[in-house]
């Protein structure tokens, strides 16, 4: 790497990916210029959301390890469109999915407008591949989870669970996640759990048969300061109504502040727990627990809508996404 250019972590070459100015040296006192390019760079830094930053810094660890190991260099600046079309392919050899592979290619394009450099990831060539391996993309194996399964897996909760509070809370768990259309990170604790809903995101309006607001305040691909709020309707009546099972859940759960959804000894829900939850029903029920994920909430609940004709802006709105993507999760 160039002097002019510092890491954006304390660990060594690997890890960092080149920003704005200098770094002042700590052992002496710093020039306005260089005091300067500080602040400028942390300004920039904090454009940034903290989930965004750590996704730059590992797809640019990742790129100058593949550089490394292919060349046996580091990564140079301009970066070349005959090394990022390498890159791509090697990533769409393993696996990646189209959206990833243009994800870990963002903290590529941050770096060379940060620095006013030519941007390999628009290049012709480089449009061109990320066209023909979102052709070419092999679908997921992961199946949505339609009404009917949902039905199903909340009628096997008291089987299965002894705990009445157990099976309120994943009643409600899963019917929020259909309708909701969440991440797994936004319902449960995760190793990263900057995007798990806490209660306070929750409204209920005083009137009868109201609709749930949830304000997303932060969710993946989400911009500082920008939050997403939608309405889970009502199903009056219904078994299986999303804004009664929260009711009943909240009315054990209690209003102590912070996660959602709380176990009954007062904790978070992790991530694993609730897997194994989905997995336990879904092996009850004779289906495939290796094709049927958490993420099947999403899927299922997307498709649904878009099988009752709910407009794509809106479809977008509530399932958080920025752009057509949204496409992917629509199954027949």
Partial sequence: MCDEFISLTDHPLPTGIPTYGQHPDPHTLPSAAASLDYTVNSLLLSSLAPSTLRAYRGSWQQLRAFTLEHTGQDTCLPVSTKLISRFIASLHQKGFAPATITSKLSAVSFVHKLLSLPDPTQSFVTQKLLLAIRKN???????????????????????????????????????????AMTRICEITVTSDSQHTLQLANLHFRPSPNAPITVTFTTYKHSKPGRPATIAIQPQPGSKYCPVASMQDYLSLRGNCVGCLFLRSDGFPVPKDCFAKTLKTCLTYLGLNAQNITPHSFRIGGATHAAQHGVPEALLRSIGRWSSSAYIQYIRP
Avoid: C, E, G, V
């Fill in 137 to 179: 993309r092999i679908p997921d194996s992961w199946l949505p989870i339609s009404p009917s399964i949902l039905k199903a897996l909340i009628d096997s909760l008291p089987t299965l669970i002894a705990p009445n509070y157990d099976q309120i809370l994943f009643k409600a768990m899963y019917l929020f996640a259909f309708y």
